[in-house]
């Protein structure tokens, strides 16, 4: 499993070392943003731009960054009701940083962030944020990828 950061998560992270694999379809994306002075963060696979948002995220969480990520991304697929492997490994142990690849993605996850601020701003903060409609919202908001596409339909299909 590959994941691409952007040069703020990989500051945070600080790995001892980037992989240099070509970019990939299964490749996921993430982000570190802050809200309300909160650490949060965006990770969103790059085929289907299914999107995995997580609030008031902590420092130690991030030190065990495989576990972490994996286990949050199996969460969010199976809360969908979808297979375990439909965006490819999601192997802890085989997890490995890059820097990101895609400006089209990235495009993409700023739209996200973006909406993702705006609706914790409109709930009274993060505190405050319903996580799981967020996230819900994100994966059925359409996307023009060469045509309208919902993250949550495109996952289903793979």
């Not at 570190?32 to 130690?60: N, Y």
């Not at 701003?121 to 319903?130: A, E, F, K, N």
Request: glycine share 6%; proline share 5%; net charge neutral.
């Amino acid at each position: 499993m590959i994941v691409r950061c952007t040069a703020r998560l990989l500051k945070l992270l600080a790995p001892d070392e980037l992989t240099d694999a070509k970019p990939a379809p299964d490749d996921w994306y993430a982000n570190l943003m802050w809200i309300d002075r909160r650490k949060c963060l965006l990770v969103v696979h790059a085929d289907t731009l299914f999107s995995v948002f997580v609030a008031d995220v902590r420092k130690p969480q991030l030190s065990t960054f495989g576990d972490y990520l994996a286990g949050t991304i199996a969460t969010a697929i199976a809360d969908e009701g979808l297979a375990s492997d439909c965006l490819g490994p999601l192997d802890p142990r085989q997890v490995l940083v890059a820097r990101t690849a895609s400006r089209s993605v990235l495009g993409f996850m700023n739209d996200m962030a973006s909406m993702s601020a705006h609706v914790a701003t409109q709930s009274g903060g993060v505190t405050h944020l319903d996580v799981e409609r967020l996230n819900a919202f994100l994966r059925r908001t359409p996307y023009d990828c060469g045509g309208f596409v919902r993250p949550i339909e495109a996952a289903r299909q793979r």
